[in-house]
């Protein structure tokens, strides 16, 4: 059974750090693609960033250049590093395990496994 859990969310306040982690089980976890997506309050689940197998990660713009993505297969586990961070971050953060193995995608619709996420309230 797969299964995604996402710890760290907080409170911070603008300006500050805070880092996202992401245990995955159930699954040949090296082999696909991870992502985080973010839902705001009365908005709809936005992709933040995604990591395929090689590494290779791709952020929104919205978080270009402050947020850094990355993965540890040995651990099974995918990170946030969510730095210099804004109100308008503020929202609940999930991790989510692409459809397919290899293939990276930023779709919400291309994501079949969701953690029940964490929320990251940032003031002002």
């Known amino acids: 059974q797969v299964q995604l859990e996402e710890s760290g969310g907080g409170l911070a306040q603008a300006g500050e750090s805070l880092t996202l982690s992401c245990l995955v089980s159930g699954l040949t976890f090296r082999t696909y693609t991870m992502a985080w997506f973010r839902r705001a309050p009365g908005k709809e689940r936005e992709f933040v960033s995604a990591?395929?197998?090689?590494?290779?990660?791709r952020y929104a713009d919205p978080v270009k250049g402050r947020f850094i993505m990355s993965r540890d297969n040995a651990k099974m586990t995918v990170y946030l590093q969510m730095n210099t961070l804004k109100p308008e971050d503020t929202a609940i953060y999930y991790c989510?395990?692409?459809?397919?193995?290899?293939?990276?995608?930023?779709?919400?619709?291309?994501?079949?496994?969701w953690g029940q996420g964490t929320q990251v309230t940032v003031s002002s």
């Open positions: 990591v395929n197998w090689n590494g290779e990660t």
């Open positions: 989510a395990k692409f459809r397919r193995p290899v293939v990276m995608g930023t779709d919400v619709n291309e994501y079949d496994y």
